[in-house]
């Protein structure tokens, strides 16, 4: 899918280190739908993995990773994402925005359904 705009809410040169830092995006698709992302580098990671002495997956879920925050790299990293009707980048987006009761909610349900897929009862 084409991008018709990528926006940032602080502009790039603001950013002390673009090795290490993260800063969000707004992509706006030729659909008419726009995403707020987060793009960080691999370094950024690497310094909150050390700091919390783990790795939390759910965050680097939600993110697009560039080895340096300069627009290029945003820019060509976007686009793969952009690629085969936006899936990467919506699902990403989407991510972000699940909580933890609308998931329950909908994994209840797909149990519900798979049990009586399972008993014949559909």
Do not use: H
């Not at 090795?19 to 370094?43: H, M, R, Y």
């Not at 783990?54 to 952009?82: D, F, H, N």
């Amino acid at each position: 899918m084409k991008i018709k705009a990528i926006r940032y809410p602080t502009t790039l040169d603001k950013i002390e280190d673009i090795t290490n830092d993260n800063i969000d995006v707004f992509v706006d698709l030729e659909d008419g739908f726009t995403c707020t992302i987060v793009v960080s580098t691999a370094k950024n990671i690497e310094m909150y993995m050390k700091e919390n002495g783990y790795s939390t997956p759910g965050w680097v879920q939600q993110l697009i990773v560039v080895e340096k925050l300069e627009e290029t790299l945003i820019r060509k990293a976007i686009e793969a994402y952009a690629e085969d009707d936006a899936y990467w980048l919506k699902v990403t987006f989407l991510v972000t925005g699940l909580d933890k009761e609308y998931l329950q909610d909908k994994m209840e349900r797909i149990n519900l359904s798979n049990q009586k897929l399972l008993n014949g009862e559909v």
